[in-house]
């Protein structure tokens, strides 16, 4: 396990737009038909990461809790999967089923959706109000395999319960740290 910090894109940024083909149905999902009308979640996860694998079950609570308030989520996946097929897209349907994902787990083969967001690590989260601009990124919580504090969700959750209550986002956002993106050569 590599230990690779999100890189930590500008607050503010725009989401960079994208249109990339789920996993689980084969169809294509764009940015527009992502958003949520109080913001969207946009979530860089793999299939074997050990990282991504320990939050898993937060990532769905977190989902199936605020897409009822209005967020969109989706997660995609950019690693190589020449290199690494362990996250190839049939096995990330098959991820999807397992966990019950209630989100599109889409696939980024050129990674460029990945290079556009600063994306370095599973899990990198990103945050991003009605307008689409960037409020949160960073981590999920202090929480890591092995270092005995539960999964709770609770940053990227204050995030989400400061855009719905109309508060200020925190300043001191602290990375995601996981394992770096299988970048290809």
């Not at 504090?149 to 959750?157: C, F, M, Q, T």
Request: proline letters at 7%; one cysteine or more; glycine letters at 6%.
């Amino acid at each position: 396990m590599s230990l690779t910090p999100s890189k930590m894109l500008p607050l503010g940024t725009k989401a960079p737009t994208f249109n990339l083909v789920d996993a689980v149905t084969k169809n294509s999902y764009s940015l527009e038909d992502i958003k949520g009308t109080k913001g969207t979640v946009v979530m860089f996860i793999c299939n074997h990461c050990p990282f991504v694998k320990h939050v898993n079950d937060e990532l769905v609570r977190t989902a199936n809790d605020y897409r009822v308030t209005g967020f969109g989520f989706v997660a995609i996946n950019s690693n190589d999967i020449e290199k690494y097929p362990q996250d190839h897209p049939d096995l990330m349907w098959k991820t999807a089923r397992e966990e019950n994902y209630p989100f599109p787990y889409l696939f980024d083969a050129t990674q460029d959706v990945a290079k556009a967001y600063k994306a370095a690590c599973t899990p990198d989260f990103f945050v991003f109000d009605a307008e689409l601009k960037l409020v949160y990124r960073g981590q999920l919580d202090n929480s890591r395999p092995g270092n005995g504090i539960p999964v709770n969700g609770r940053d990227l959750r204050e995030s989400l319960d400061n855009i719905l209550n109309n508060n200020p986002q925190r300043k001191d956002q602290k990375p995601s740290i996981g394992c770096n993106i299988k970048w290809k050569s």
